[in-house]
């Protein structure tokens, strides 16, 4: 079960992660079969699910999303949590909005995500 200060803790590292641009460090929060999904899968990996199994996909994805986007950041809005799953508002510097949705396993790793956005 999942507690505020875990979520918190997750919430700044993650950003973090990300704001770092340090790929190895974004997937350490997540297990080898990760599952993500999200609309920009489709339109960027021809993926029409919009779902990547695996990290080493979601890693080849989000490789190509950083070099599209070298200064991209993220800032950090709203840390929502629930039993066994988080929920980030966050914005980037590309001018979108995003809800993130992260469900855990039992060791504190994400095992699937959905990234919502304002705008697609």
């Given at each position: 079960?999942?507690?505020?200060?875990?979520?918190?803790?997750?919430?700044?590292?993650?950003?973090?992660?990300?704001?770092?641009?340090?790929?190895?460090?974004?997937?350490?929060?997540?297990?080898?079969?990760?599952?993500?999904?999200?609309?920009?899968?489709?339109?960027?990996?021809?993926?029409?699910?919009?779902?990547?199994?695996?990290?080493?996909?979601?890693?080849?994805?989000?490789?190509?999303?950083?070099?599209?986007?070298p200064?991209?950041?993220?800032?950090?809005?709203?840390?929502?949590?629930?039993?066994?799953?988080?929920?980030?508002?966050?914005?980037?510097?590309?001018?979108?909005?995003?809800?993130?949705?992260?469900?855990?396993?039992?060791?504190?790793?994400?095992?699937k995500?959905?990234?919502?956005?304002?705008?697609?």
């Open positions: 079960m999942l507690n505020k200060d875990f979520a918190h803790h997750f919430a700044d590292d993650w950003i973090a992660s990300w704001n770092s641009h340090d790929l190895d460090r974004i997937m350490s929060h997540y297990t080898d079969d990760f599952e993500m999904t999200s609309p920009f899968i489709g339109s960027r990996m021809g993926i029409p699910s919009g779902t990547i199994k695996g990290k080493t996909g979601v890693r080849e994805y989000w490789a190509k999303s950083l070099a599209r986007f200064d991209l950041k993220f800032t950090l809005r709203e840390v929502a949590y629930s039993l066994n799953s988080i929920a980030l508002y966050y914005e980037s510097s590309i001018g979108k909005k995003a809800v993130e949705w992260f469900l855990f396993n039992e060791s504190g790793l994400v095992v995500a959905i990234a919502h956005y304002n705008e697609l």
